[in-house]
Antibody, heavy 123, light 107 residues
Framework: QVQLLQSGTEVKKPGASMKVSCKVS????????IHWVRQAPGKGLEWMGG????????VYTQGLRGRVTMTEDTSTNTAYMELSGLTSADTAMYYC????????????????WGQGTMVTVSS | DIQMTQSPSSVSASVGDRVTITCRAS??????LAWYQQKPGKAPKLLIY???SLQRGVPSRFSGSGSGTYFTLTISSLQPEDFATYYC?????????FGQGTRVEIK
């Protein structure tokens, strides 16, 4: 079955950039729709973006547009999420997740999640 | 953006109780609604997709229903392992917004 293994904990300075990796095993990255979700300490879940089948493209939430880039390296079966211009508000656990496919149809729900990558932004 | 409002924010219940969590949307949509369970320090777990479809491997005491602006997650008989936080998420339009979460606590 599909498994997602994320990169480790990071501590960043304000203004810096971060890049979290999400390595896929058990399937081919090109057959999956990868999304990213973050969760600030003690807070709820926030969808950041991912591949949208209707748009046939990667889409991002408005609040992060211009700072976030989601890419894929098919040679290593790894997805990446890069966030620039970090502030303390970006301190969060970052998750990658795959979109559920039932009989080849994407069901717009996230069935497999990575273990999470904690990123702390602090001076 | 479609805003998702869950109620209650928290609920205290006993093992064996029936628990219903509500998710209201700011705009109506059909069935692109999912429910997740999250335990402390863990990634969310998918319970329900397409408003009422039970994810494979999830116990049948979990059920989902609704359409339009009103959706519910029901746990028919609460078990010790069900004490967690539950989130709804709409995927009808971008951004795919989550509700704020409902914490189910032991009474």
């Amino acid at each position: 079955q599909v498994q997602l293994l994320q990169s480790g904990t990071e501590v960043k300075k304000p203004g810096a950039s971060m890049k979290v990796s999400c390595k896929v095993s058990g399937d081919t990255l090109t057959d999956l729709s990868i999304h990213w979700v973050r969760q600030a300490p003690g807070k709820g879940l926030e969808w950041m973006g991912g591949f949208d089948s209707d748009a046939a493209n990667t889409v991002y939430t408005q609040g992060l547009r211009g700072r976030v880039t989601m890419t894929e390296d098919t040679s290593t079966n790894t997805a990446y999420m890069e966030l620039s211009g970090l502030t303390s508000a970006d301190t969060a656990m970052y998750y990658c997740a795959t979109e559920l496919a039932v009989q080849g149809i994407l069901e717009r729900a996230f069935d497999v999640w990575g273990q999470g990558t904690m990123v702390t932004v602090s001076s | 953006d479609i805003q998702m409002t869950q109620s209650p924010s928290s609920v205290s219940a006993s093992v064996g109780d029936r628990v219903t969590i509500t998710c209201r949307a700011s705009q109506p949509f059909s069935n692109w609604l999912a429910w997740y369970q999250q335990k402390p320090g863990k990634a969310p777990k998918l319970l329900i997709y397409a408003a009422s479809s039970l994810q494979r491997g999830v116990p049948s005491r979990f059920s989902g229903s609704g359409s339009g602006t009103y959706f519910t997650l029901t746990i028919s008989s609460l078990q010790p392992e069900d004490f967690a936080t539950y989130y709804c998420q709409q995927a009808n339009s971008l951004p795919r917004t989550f509700g704020q979460g409902t914490r189910v606590e032991i009474k």
